[in-house]
C-alpha cells in the first residue's frame, strides 16, 4: 500500500490550500481515510476522517466549518480542502487509511498506512 500526499506549501494567514493524497495497493472504496498533522514539539494529532462509505465526515473542532474532506474512489483520491488558515494550522499533514476494510476511526492507531506527509506552513 503506498498514500502519496501533496498539495503543502506555505500560505498567508486566511489563505487556503488543497491537499491531496493518491493511493495504491488496495481497494480504496473499502478503507475509511484520514489526515492528521504534527506541529514542531507536538504529538501527532486527528485532523479530519471520511468514512469508508461516503457520506460520513468527522472533523476536530479547531478546523470545523474551515476544512472539508473529501474523496474520489474512481481517482483512489481523498482531499482536505483547507480555508481560513491560521498559523496554528501550520504542522507536516499526513494522510492514512484505517488498518481494516469497511472500517472508519478518528484515532491513529485504527489507521494501518501511512502517507509520507507534506509541510503546510501558515505565515502571520
Known amino acids: 500500500v503506498q498514500l502519496q500526499a501533496s498539495g503543502g506549501g506555505l500560505v498567508q494567514a486566511g489563505g487556503s490550500l488543497s491537499l491531496s493524497c493518491a493511493a495504491s495497493?488496495?481497494?480504496?472504496?473499502?478503507?475509511?481515510m484520514g489526515w492528521f498533522r504534527q506541529a514542531p514539539g507536538k504529538e501527532r494529532e486527528f485532523v479530519a476522517a471520511?468514512?469508508?462509505?461516503?457520506?460520513?465526515?468527522y472533523y476536530t473542532d479547531s478546523v470545523k466549518g474551515r476544512f472539508t474532506i473529501s474523496r474520489d474512489n474512481a481517482k483512489n483520491t481523498v482531499y482536505l480542502q483547507m480555508n481560513s488558515l491560521k498559523p496554528g494550522d501550520t504542522a507536516v499533514y499526513y494522510c492514512a487509511a484505517s488498518r481494516n476494510q469497511y472500517y472508519s476511526s478518528t484515532y491513529a492507531a485504527d489507521f494501518g498506512f501511512w502517507g509520507q506527509g507534506t509541510q503546510v506552513t501558515v505565515s502571520s
Open positions: 471520511i468514512s469508508w462509505n461516503p457520506g460520513s465526515t
Open positions: 495497493g488496495l481497494t480504496f472504496s473499502r478503507y475509511g
